[in-house]
């Protein structure tokens, strides 16, 4: 039995609403985080709805975080690396040994809106009261409980890696496995497509809303891995 808890939170110390801030209409999301060996940690966050001279002069007017710089664009999604401002927050050992995994972390300029899944109850309660200590405001939106049943139990999200598996690339979920080779089958990448996203969905047995969220994340961990294995792939900076 695992949790699904979906919170906001808030404080004067939170990285990077600063830089919601100065860019409002723009989505600003943690897509990663990169531990150092020391000092503080490396963000990777991406950004979408703003152009880059805005988003850029709202990183260098931030104070929570600093180091800033553009790793990659396409389009006007950019990712960047930064790291946090300021020493590590008040009993960090609960945080890393605490049984969860974000599975998404919105930031905005009142704070960040996350979905996290978590081993158990025991696990949501640590990992709020570690929230609290360090004097960020936590909100709970929704708690819901899951088992071996609930649909995608295994989906780590864009932090987390299942391991092990030798038949999928490192991270990418059975469910998404699965959805991408029965999509590949049915000619939903085909030029032209012969196959939508609702009768892939059909096939599966999901929602259309998950099977495509299944199909993007699986392609993400099939590109990361392409990325990884040659090294001659240069960012794009524009």
């Keep these: 039995m695992g949790l ?9 110390d939170l990285a990077l609403v600063d830089v919601a801030a100065g860019v409002p209409e723009a989505t600003v999301e ?21 152009g880059r001279e805005a988003v850029e002069a ?10 800033h710089s553009l790793v ?10 930064c790291r946090p401002t300021g020493g590590p927050p008040e009993g960090l050992e609960t945080l890393a040994n605490n049984k969860s995994v974000p599975d998404r972390v919105r930031v905005t300029p009142d704070g960040w809106t996350e979905r ?10 640590a990992f709020r009261e570690f929230c609290r200590a360090n004097d960020y405001t936590f909100r709970l939106d929704r708690l819901v409980e899951v088992d ?11 932090f987390g890696a299942l391991d092990g598996d030798s038949s999928r690339p490192p991270g990418m979920t059975e469910p998404q496995r699965e959805a991408l080779v029965l999509a590949h089958e049915m000619g939903y990448f085909d030029v032209p497509r012969t ?17 495509s969220e299944r199909l993007r994340r699986a392609q993400s961990h099939l590109v990361a891995q392409f990325r990884r294995a040659d090294t001659n792939i240069k960012p794009r900076m524009d």
Excluded: H, K, M, N
Excluded at 58 to 67: G, K
Excluded at 197 to 206: K, Q
């Design 4 to 12: 699904i808890a979906e919170f906001r939170l808030t404080g004067e």
């Design 30 to 50: 943690f897509e990663s985080v990169r531990a150092a060996p020391s000092g503080p940690p490396e963000f990777v966050v991406r950004t979408v709805g703003a």
């Design 58 to 67: 709202a990183f260098a007017d931030a104070d929570s975080v600093t180091d």
């Design 72 to 81: 990659v664009a396409d389009g006007d999604a950019r990712r960047y690396q």
């Design 116 to 125: 996290r899944w978590f081993a158990d109850r025991e696990e949501f309660d």
């Design 148 to 158: 071996g049943d609930a649909d995608d139990p295994e989906e780590p999200g864009p």
């Design 195 to 211: 196959a939508t996203t609702a009768e892939v969905a059909d096939e599966l047995g999901v929602a259309p809303a998950s099977c």
